[in-house]
């Protein structure tokens, strides 16, 4: 029984990932911030950066290296990245 439920969680792992790589390749509508007039562009790329850096660190387990790789940065790139923007692991 045990077993069984293990198997289950890890098949509902795998639909989650596969639903969340969906959305992270944008096959739902980005939601845009809701302002009247303008949208400050440096600042949501910031928050984008930051979202993609994260995202990566987790999915590769904290691994630096294997989130630069994911991400096709360089990892000194991803490193100074994390710096400036305070990431924490």
Same mark, same amino acid.
């Given at each position: 029984? @045990? *077993? *069984?439920?293990?198997?289950?969680?890890?098949?509902? &792992?795998?639909?989650?990932? *596969?639903?969340?790589?969906?959305?992270?390749?944008?096959? #739902? +509508? @980005?939601?845009? +911030?809701? %302002? +009247? $007039?303008?949208? *400050?562009?440096?600042?949501? %790329?910031?928050?984008?950066?930051?979202?993609?850096?994260?995202? #990566?660190?987790?999915?590769? /387990?904290? =691994?630096? %290296?294997? /989130? =630069?790789? @994911? !991400?096709? @940065? $360089?990892?000194? &790139? !991803?490193?100074?990245?994390?710096? #400036?923007?305070?990431?924490?692991?």
């Amino acid at each position: 029984m @045990l *077993d *069984d439920q293990i198997e289950r969680l890890r098949e509902l &792992t795998f639909d989650l990932t *596969d639903e969340l790589e969906k959305l992270f390749q944008f096959e #739902a +509508p @980005l939601k845009l +911030p809701s %302002v +009247p $007039d303008k949208i *400050d562009f440096y600042r949501e %790329v910031r928050r984008f950066e930051i979202f993609l850096i994260k995202w #990566a660190l987790k999915r590769m /387990a904290g =691994s630096q %290296v294997r /989130a =630069s790789n @994911l !991400l096709k @940065l $360089d990892s000194t &790139t !991803l490193n100074k990245k994390i710096k #400036a923007y305070k990431i924490s692991r």
